[in-house]
């Protein structure tokens, strides 16, 4: 009630409690997705580039309080790389406080009693979401605007509820540089017989495809920026990073992982990933999205990709999107339709896949819908164990430490 309740107005000497969606937010300065870009992101044949997204984000900064955007270093070849914060206004307003209960939560093992409570009663819990690492895995990044302006927007429902509990992070591409290789590429042959086809290139400037393998050693300034956001300056709780996989399979992973697991990572981070997965997978499901698997092909053993995040106590999840050709629609025939590796021995209906997606077009628009409903879930979930979540981080840091004193 106290999150749901908020305002006390006195009229006329009677105190009246007002809940906190009749306030609505003041849009008269937001502009749509549509108006800024001329286009809705996620249409078919067309790809925001850097600029234009980062354009975007900054607008609404600009014009509303739920937002805040922060230059957090440099790419390969120099361009701005941003975390941008997304809650309610209060949550905003208190940003700093909030870090500052995030990492003494992390590193104190010391904390306890009242001071522990306090922290776990005004606390918040801190989601950040890595998108689009690789750069032809397009949609990610191109569902942000949509997300972003819903945030904006919303004046009443579910969306103020999970903000009043949660500050959402994101990085809005892992790497810029490769995003405008891909999208400039992809114009230049919009509307070709190459229309849609594989850049003839590296999109990192360094290490291509493998900067998903880079988190063991740091070589590159786009994956220093990231680790030392979530192990040196938020210590978010949650984070997701959000990739795409092929067209011919499942149309989307979400945890729980399949084995091995990293056998020395503390078991109570592999069951929060399960409860994120398991809402995952009911929310996209009861939204009617098809296609969605779980404990299939994707392990979580080897660590050297972003997900060394978990090494630094975080819950860490994956989410991996079938692909279309870039922004360019594909037809799958039912007969195309196949899985292989771990967990699916074919593609029927399963435990790891309740509902298969049974084949047809399948576009940009469809991946773009898919992440925005699995963000709604991401968000509900940590909205609903925000406190579960808060404590369990420090009762993390007490087990580590004590691990590493023995």
């Given at each position: 009630m106290r999150k749901i309740i908020r305002w006390l107005l006195v009229l006329g000497g009677v105190a009246v409690l007002v809940p906190s969606t009749a306030f609505a937010a003041d849009v008269s300065g937001v502009s749509s997705p549509q108006e800024f870009f001329g286009f809705q992101p996620g249409s078919d044949r067309q790809l925001l580039d850097y600029e234009q997204l980062t354009g975007y984000l900054d607008h609404l900064?600009?014009?509303?309080?739920?937002?805040?955007?922060?230059?957090?270093?440099?790419?390969?070849?120099?361009?701005p790389m941003y975390v941008v914060f997304f809650s309610t206004e209060e949550n905003i307003a208190r940003l700093d406080d909030l870090r500052e209960n995030n990492r003494r939560?992390?590193?104190?093992?010391?904390?306890?009693?009242?001071?522990?409570?306090?922290?776990?009663?005004?606390?918040?819990?801190?989601?950040?979401?890595?998108?689009?690492?690789?750069?032809?895995?397009?949609?990610?990044?191109?569902?942000?605007?949509l997300l972003a302006h819903e945030i904006v927007t919303a004046d009443e429902g579910a969306m103020l509820g999970w903000l009043d509990e949660v500050v959402l992070m994101v990085v809005p591409t892992h790497n810029p540089d490769g995003m405008d290789m891909v999208e400039e590429h992809y114009r230049k042959y919009l509307g070709t017989p190459d229309e849609g086809s594989s850049l003839p290139g590296l999109y990192h400037h360094y290490v291509g495809h493998d900067n998903n393998r880079d988190y063991i050693s740091l070589t590159q300034p786009e994956s220093r920026v990231i680790n030392r956001l979530y192990s040196l300056?938020?210590?978010?709780?949650?984070?997701?990073?959000?990739?795409?996989?092929?067209?011919?399979?499942?149309?989307?992973?979400?945890?729980e992982y399949h084995d091995p697991i990293a056998e020395n990572i503390d078991e109570r981070l592999w069951y929060w990933s399960d409860v994120f997965g398991s809402n995952l997978a009911n929310d996209m499901g009861a939204a009617g999205l098809s296609g969605v698997a779980s404990h299939w092909v994707f392990d979580e053993y080897w660590p050297g990709a972003s997900s060394t995040s978990h090494w630094k106590g975080a819950i860490t999840l994956l989410t991996e999107a079938a692909s279309c050709r870039l922004a360019s629609p594909v037809y799958v025939e039912p007969t195309e339709l196949r899985v292989s590796g771990k967990g699916l021995a074919e593609y029927k209906k399963s435990v790891n896949m309740p509902a298969p997606w049974p084949g047809g077009w399948w576009h940009l628009g469809d991946i773009v819908r898919y992440e925005l409903t699995s963000m709604h879930s991401?968000?509900?979930?940590?909205?609903?164990?925000?406190?579960?979540?808060?404590?369990?981080?420090?009762?993390?840091?007490?087990?580590?430490?004590?691990?590493?004193?023995?």
């Open positions: 900064a600009e014009v509303s309080p739920r937002v805040v955007m922060r230059e957090v270093g440099r790419s390969a070849l120099d361009r939560l992390a590193l104190d093992p010391e904390l306890s009693g009242g001071a522990l409570d306090a922290i776990i009663r005004d606390g918040k819990v801190f989601l950040m979401a890595m998108l689009s690492m690789h750069s032809t895995e397009v949609a990610p990044a191109q569902a942000l605007p300056d938020w210590f978010p709780q949650v984070i997701v990073d959000k990739h795409q996989m092929g067209r011919t399979g499942p149309r989307y992973f979400v945890p991401l968000l509900k979930t940590a909205a609903r164990h925000r406190q579960d979540l808060l404590r369990f981080r420090n009762e993390l840091c007490r087990t580590e430490v004590e691990a590493g004193r023995s």
